[in-house]
């Protein structure tokens, strides 16, 4: 009779047990139970921030502007002031071509047209701005005008282009950026460790991703125009902007790691993707959103280059200042704490070196 011993021994059901055990306490350690808990935080996150924000759009206080004799334009600013719910904002101005000239600039949103000698009036709105709101638009107006026993023809003088659906062309071209800047930071922090060891080293990877937003621009410069002809616009001023805006985002990417490791790509999903995308003014306009939404959008890198892209495309360039400056803050911002972290970093290594001699 036999007897197998050491190696080949069967392990009894008690010891399997027991080192299943212990393969699961040394794989769910705390630092990963960590990261697992803020994934899960992330998903519940975004799904209340793109429900909360799209689930219910209603305009409120959309600026607007009222074309018409003294008098007249007196009550009906009163009676568009008194709607339910305060969905316009409306101001008088002189003549229609001042209206116009402040839809171009974006400083109202559409505007009414009336006509003291008839009973048809018309309705100036802008869908390259967003097609939902000029809809929304045209249904307010269209009631208000009905109670009045009389009638509204719309005038788009900022038309989308046919092959813009509802004027989202632009948003998904600035997610297509902001992913590409957070996915190439994150790419550069898995590959060779997510705080850069030094100055230098941050350095390369900011040069590497201003290469890449280079590039990453032109390339949906093109699609988006002559290869799609989805977007009109010029191609050299989307390949600036979708440089800068690739470059924003990857660079406060970059800082996010540098700063707090790994969790700093999960902090630049919070901002990006479930602050950011929501509040960007795509699927509808700035107006439309509830007010924690439409107050943090303009301030955020896809609510910024959303802005600036529509401009480009279809209201000349205009308003474009403002836009800029919030991506080239957040571009500027990544490059100054990426460089101070990775200082700060070198910094306590060198003051840890006498110590580990010793």
Known sequence: MTQTTGADAPRSPRGSRGSFLGEVRDAVTPRATLLVLGVIALQLLFIASYVGALHDPKPKDVPFAVVAPPAAAGQTVARLERLPGSPLDPRAVADEATARKQIMDRDIDGALVVDPAGRTDRLLVASGGGTVLATTLERLVGTLEQAERRTVRTVDVAPA?????????????????????????????????ARPANPR?????????????????LGGAVIIGPVLDALPGSVAALWGLGALTTFAVGAATLALQGVFGIVGIGLAILLVVIAGNPSAGGAFPLPLLPPFWKAIGPALPPGAGTWAARSIAYFGGRALTGALLVLSAWALAGIVVTMAAAALRRRRQEAELPTQAD
């Open 161 to 193: 282009s046919a092959r813009d659906f509802d004027g989202l062309s632009s948003f998904y071209l600035v997610v297509g950026w902001c992913v590409g800047g957070y996915l190439c930071a994150s790419i550069l922090a898995i590959s060779t460790g």
């Open 201 to 217: 080293r941050a350095a390369i990877r900011l040069i590497a991703m201003a290469l890449v937003s280079v590039i990453g621009g």
